[in-house]
Structures are given as structure tokens and as C-alpha cells.
């Protein structure tokens, strides 16, 4: 049963899929599934395999690991198997609680160009849990060990798809640059940020202007330019860094303050008077 | 000559001492120095190598300690005009030799990297170790227990929290990330150095409280306070590489500040007067090596020769007291 699981869990973990496991954690009474029976529920509420208890049971698990894939948090549903009004409507008895564990594939960080800020941010991706993909003519699998995909065709390719989970980070120092974030804008990708100075920034955002994307636009998809929290990065790495910040940021929220200040900010007493 | 020079360069970088590089990149004749002479000042003023004569070199003393103190290479011009105009990173000199030469000396400090000192080995401390080598530290990993395995990238690991034998008069950079194993020793040992930043990663409850244990055992309450609890940027990070990350920006934040870097950097050449000017003639004398000195109403006067000391002693008094050079 175990290595079922795992197994398909494999499967679906290496497509891609998104998923949900739910796990029976408490049983009060009789019941047909017992503490430890799993099923895995995908993104359609359809139970690919396991078993978590009958019907009444059943729909109320597959409609919450829908729900849970959707908004990407676990969950305890406790089903009371005795109330026909306000439970689930059949009286098999007893009561039961089921764990949810939304798996949901990586987030995507997409990064146009190479050199040692790329190199670096692709690192720092892979560690903070992201699906890394490079897309540059100049990228080897050398430069990029923690890369999953190479795309050499470069970011405005067919190959690179952007999704609402993609994070796009352009930092080809090109002259085209102005065409990759438009694709990622247009793409509605979740965070779009442009490696560039403040000047040379100005430059792309005007191209983009004359392209059609005016400021409100750019305003909307929120582009990043110049990328990363402004902590006196100097170094590539150390703007590597910045950069990886700023989409922890942009994906968990917060206000890039120091964590002392953010506190002394919403009144609460420092840890020290 | 060069082999000497990079033997040098080569001994301090391994022995991690903060030194800076000194070349010859431009000069007018009549100068002793050459395109392509070098020296090597280092943090105590103490110089090797060659960059020209005695008023040159005081100069290039002092620049190199700036360079050494604040991180960044500059071009230092010595010339008989006067007038300069500001330009971004130069340091412009008044030619006070006599010969009417000029130089341009281009200044590089050569600091060691920035130690980050991990307590503890929690995911949070291996995910730090792991990402601050990365960036470029020097990482060093204290606690009992610890598995190289788990801190591949540390450049050394200390089975100890006691860490008074390391070399903290470094540029360091602490962060305790014991989580639950030796909170109270850890953060004891920390707030007992004296580097810029300590942060201790808790939740606030338990921050202050053991920060009120450590109190009522007798830690200085300023080294208490300097504490960062909670540690990091407000990033909302969720699990023990995001943790990391946002410390690792804050710790570059306070890096990049522009406030002096803490280093216990010799302070007796540094703060001596390394520039003196002798009131006779004008020229640049160093004062640590002076020959001919003078006082005068509780004034030290230093002098480039014999001649301008006589003059001087003729008739004090009627010599205005020298400013030294922009």
C-alpha cells in the first residue's frame, strides 16, 4: 500500500501534477478507513488511489483537497458522521479526521542571461525551492548545475513558457530586453524583475511604451527595475541575493524592512526595554 | 622584483591581514617613482616596495589606510597645481617636493573576506552555512555535535561554542541558529565579542526570554540589546532556506550601510599624525621617520632637513602654522 503511494506520488511529483494527500488521523467510533488510510486526490477532486472511507466521507475529503490544491494550505477536516443536518448527511455514525497536504509542483524561476549574477540567483532558486530554468545562447550545464532546463533559443522562444507561478528575472543586459518582459507581462507572470540600472531601466520602460505597454501597465504587472531590495548590494552575489529576497517577498508578502523595525512599526514592544 | 611582490601579497592573503596595493600609473618627470612601481601598505602603515621618495610616500601611507578602512580603490594625483577640481574617486595631493614633478598612483585595498560566524546546526545554520559561502565569506561553524556532512562549505568548524581562539577583530558576522539546542551558552558566547551584528534566530517569546536569563546571569545589558531578535528582513519567510536568505540580506544591508566597518584595526600609526608639513619649505614630512624636529610652544614641528630646522629655530614665531594638504 505504502509503496503504491510513493510510487504514484513519484509519478506525479516528476509531471509536474499537482496533488493532494489525505491522510485519516482520528477515528471516533465505527468507520471503514482507520487511522493511517490515504488517498491521493488531484486538482479535479478525482481520488487516483487510496482510500479514506465511503461516500459520505469521500465527498467531503475530495472537495477540500481541491480546495487545499487551490490555495496551497494543509488542513484537518473533521467529518461527524451522526449529524444529518449539518454533517455530511448520512448517518453511518461516529466521527473522523482527515489531514490534507496539498503537494503542488515548484514555482518556476525563469532567468534570461548568464553571467555570475544568473549563475548565482540560479543557485540561490534551486535552494529556496524553485524549478530553475535559463534561458541564454551563452548557458552551459557547467555554469548552471542547478538549473533544470537550459533553453539556448533564449527567453523569447516558444520553448519558455511563462505562467501566473513564474518568477522572471531578465538579466541579459541585452537590447531585447524590453521584449522579454513583455511577454512575461503579457503572460501574467508573478513577478517580473530586470537586472539594469536605473538609466538603462528608464531606457527599457520607454521601448516598452512605444510597444504598447504604457505605465499602467507596468504598474499593474509591478516590473522590478532595478531588481532585488535595495540593501546596498554590490557584489553579483550579493545582488543575487537581493534579488532572491525580493521574490520571497513578492510570493509570502511583508515590508522588506528589518524584522526589528517591521515590529516596532506595528506597536509591539522590542524584545528588549 | 615582481616575485617579491606577489610573495608578499601572496604570504598576507593566506595569513587573512588587510593590505592594499599601491602602483604607479602615471608621472612627469622629475619623480623617483615609475609607471609600474609597487608597494604594499598594510593595515599598521607599515609599507614594502617601492613608490617613489619621502614626499610621496606619507601620502600614499595615508590614502592606503583609508582604502584599508573603507573598502574602496581610489587614484591618488600628486601634482604642483593647486586647483582641482573634484572628481569621483581621486584623491587630489599637492606636489610639495621641490622638483616640480608629478604622479598618479592608483590605490587597491586588499581586504580579507568577511567572516560569518554560525551557532548552532539547525536546517536554518546549514541553509546559512551553505549560501553565505556562496556570497563569499569566510564561514566558520560553531557548536558540539556538528556533521561535516551537513556543512560541506564551512571553511572551518568549531566543536566548541566557545570561540575567544578565533579572530574576531575580522569584519564578523554572527548569527546563532542553535533552535533548542544550547540556545543560552550560544547566545552567551556571542554577545561576549564585540562585532556588528549578532543576530538570534527565535521567536520573540523566547528571545526575551532568554535574553532575561542571560541578564540575570550577567551579560552586559548593551551587548544584550544589540542583539537582533527577530533576525532578518521582513520577508515573511517561510522555512529554514527562506530564514536564511532574509538574514543573509539583512546581514548585507548593515554591511553596505556605509557606516565604518567594524575592524580593530591598529589604531597607533593610524591615528598618529602620519602627515606633518614642514613650515619652512612647504614640503610633506612623515613624521614617523622625521630626522629634524623642533618644539615650539608645546608644538612638534617636523622638518625635510637640517637647513629649514635652523631656519625655523632662527626665528619661530614669525612662521605661520602649517595646514596640512587637502
Redesign the interface.
Given at each position: 500500500m505504502y509503496r503504491d503511494i510513493f510510487s504514484t506520488m513519484n509519478e506525479l511529483s516528476s509531471r509536474g501534477a499537482p496533488f493532494a494527500i489525505a491522510t485519516v488521523i482520528e477515528i471516533g467510533g465505527s468507520g471503514s478507513a482507520k487511522p493511517g488510510s490515504k488517498a491521493l486526490i488531484d486538482a479535479d477532486a478525482r481520488v487516483i488511489l487510496g482510500w479514506v472511507g465511503g461516500g459520505c466521507v469521500e465527498n467531503v475529503v475530495r472537495q477540500e483537497a481541491m480546495e487545499s490544491i487551490k490555495d496551497g494550505r494543509p488542513r484537518i477536516v473533521s467529518v461527524d458522521l451522526t449529524d444529518e443536518v449539518f454533517g455530511v448527511g448520512m448517518p453511518c455514525g461516529g466521527m473522523m479526521k482527515v489531514y490534507i497536504d496539498p503537494i503542488l509542483p515548484p514555482p518556476q524561476l525563469v532567468i534570461a542571461g548568464h553571467g555570475r549574477i544568473a549563475e548565482t540567483l540560479a543557485l540561490f532558486g534551486k535552494i529556496a525551492g524553485f524549478s530553475v530554468t535559463v534561458a541564454d545562447p551563452g548557458a552551459t550545464s557547467e555554469a548552471f548545475p542547478t538549473a533544470s532546463r537550459i533553453v539556448s533559443a533564449g527567453f523569447n522562444s516558444a520553448e519558455i513558457k511563462i505562467g501566473e507561478d513564474t518568477y522572471v528575472v531578465v538579466a541579459t543586459q541585452h537590447k531585447a530586453d524590453h521584449l522579454s518582459i513583455k511577454k512575461a507581462i503579457e503572460a501574467g507572470a508573478a513577478y517580473i524583475a530586470l537586472v539594469a540600472s536605473r538609466t538603462r531601466a528608464q531606457l527599457v520602460f520607454d521601448y516598452l511604451a512605444a510597444g504598447g505597454i504604457d505605465e499602467g501597465r507596468l504598474a499593474q504587472a509591478n516590473v522590478r527595475a532595478p531588481a532585488g531590495l535595495d540593501i546596498g548590494a554590490e557584489t553579483p552575489e550579493e545582488i543575487a541575493l537581493s534579488i532572491m529576497s525580493e521574490i520571497v517577498l513578492v510570493r509570502r508578502g511583508g515590508s522588506g524592512r528589518t524584522m526589528l523595525e517591521a515590529k516596532e512599526m506595528s506597536g509591539s514592544r522590542t524584545v528588549l526595554e | 622584483m615582481f616575485d617579491d611582490f606577489l610573495a608578499k601579497v601572496t604570504a598576507l592573503r593566506s595569513d587573512g591581514c588587510p593590505f592594499a596595493v599601491a602602483i604607479v600609473v602615471r608621472f612627469q618627470p622629475p619623480v623617483s617613482g615609475k609607471p609600474g612601481d609597487k608597494a604594499i601598505v598594510q593595515a599598521d602603515g607599515q609599507i614594502s616596495g617601492w613608490i617613489g621618495g619621502g614626499c610621496v610616500q606619507p601620502i600614499v601611507v595615508r590614502e592606503a589606510l583609508r582604502a584599508i578602512e573603507d573598502g574602496k580603490p581610489k587614484l591618488v594625483r600628486i601634482t604642483p597645481a593647486r586647483d582641482f577640481g573634484a572628481e569621483y574617486g581621486v584623491a587630489n595631493y599637492t606636489m610639495t617636493c621641490h622638483g616640480g614633478g608629478a604622479m598618479e598612483i592608483y590605490i587597491e585595498p586588499v581586504l580579507p573576506p568577511a567572516q560569518l560566524l554560525i551557532f548552532g546546526r539547525s536546517l536554518v545554520a546549514q541553509?546559512l552555512c551553505?549560501?553565505g559561502k556562496?556570497?563569499?565569506y569566510f564561514v566558520i561553524v560553531a557548536g558540539p555535535g556538528l556533521d561535516r556532512l551537513q556543512f560541506r562549505e564551512a571553511d572551518r568548524l568549531l566543536e566548541s561554542w566557545d570561540v575567544r581562539g578565533l579572530n574576531l577583530d575580522r569584519e564578523t558576522y554572527i548569527v546563532v541558529s542553535t533552535q533548542g539546542e544550547g540556545d543560552e551558552e550560544a547566545l552567551e558566547q556571542a554577545v561576549l565579542t564585540n562585532v556588528p551584528y549578532v543576530s538570534f534566530i527565535a521567536s520573540?517569546a523566547k528571545?526575551?526570554k532568554i535574553?532575561q536569563f542571560l541578564a540575570g546571569r550577567g551579560a552586559v545589558?548593551e551587548a544584550?540589546?544589540r542583539?537582533?531578535?527577530?533576525?532578518?528582513?521582513?520577508?515573511?519567510?517561510?522555512?529554514p532556506?527562506?530564514i536564511a536568505?532574509?538574514i543573509?540580506?539583512?546581514i548585507?544591508?548593515i554591511?553596505?550601510?556605509?557606516k565604518p566597518l567594524h575592524r580593530n584595526l591598529p589604531q597607533s600609526e593610524a591615528s598618529a599624525p602620519i602627515h606633518a608639513v614642514d613650515p619652512i619649505c612647504g614640503m610633506t614630512v612623515d613624521p614617523g621617520s622625521a630626522t629634524h624636529i623642533s618644539e615650539y610652544k608645546g608644538r612638534t614641528y617636523y622638518f625635510c632637513s637640517a637647513g629649514c630646522k635652523h631656519e625655523f629655530d632662527k626665528q619661530p614665531e614669525t612662521h605661520p602654522i602649517p595646514s596640512p594638504p587637502a
Open positions: - | 541553509a551553505k549560501l556562496t556570497i563569499g520573540p528571545a526575551e535574553v545589558p544584550l540589546s542583539v537582533k531578535a527577530p533576525a532578518g528582513l521582513d520577508i515573511r519567510a517561510l522555512g532556506e527562506e536568505i532574509s543573509l540580506a539583512e548585507i544591508l554591511r553596505r550601510s556605509g
